[in-house]
């Protein structure tokens, strides 16, 4: 088992940012491929960006290309989304996935675990 929690959420004027943070423990990290995705209300869960496990490869939803940023700390069993630019839509609850495929993707269905989740609100 993994477990996942994400941190960093917060409220925001638009143009702002923020870096979320998910901390992983009960397996050895840097076997899984992790990503973000966010959902909001009244919408389905959407990808937002991935990165293996070795962190030499990422992947963006283009919605936020140049304007995120993930990243990974194995030492740290750490993931961050680094958001700059924040736009109003951007509001979301944003979660924090793991996956046994250590590739980067954007499918939903690689990821085995996920973190509870933290809001992300950007105001105009």
């Known amino acids: 088992q993994v477990q996942l929690v994400e941190s960093g959420g917060d409220l925001v004027r638009a143009g702002g940012s923020l870096r979320l943070s998910c901390a992983a423990s009960?397996?050895?990290?840097?076997?899984?491929?992790m990503a973000w995705f966010r959902q909001a209300p009244g919408k389905e869960r959407d990808f937002v960006a991935a990165?293996?496990?070795?962190?030499?490869?990422?992947v963006y939803a283009d919605s936020v290309k140049g304007r995120f940023t993930i990243s990974r700390d194995n030492a740290k069993s750490t993931v961050y989304l680094q958001m700059d630019n924040l736009k109003p839509e951007d509001t979301a609850v944003y979660y924090c996935?793991?996956?046994?495929?250590?590739?980067?993707?954007?499918?939903?269905?690689?990821?085995?675990?996920w973190g509870q989740g933290t809001q992300v609100t950007v105001s105009s």
């Open positions: 996935a793991a996956g046994w495929r250590r590739s980067a993707g954007s499918d939903y269905a690689r990821y085995n675990y």
């Open positions: 009960g397996r050895t990290f840097d076997n899984f491929a």
């Open positions: 990165i293996n496990w070795l962190g030499s490869t990422t």
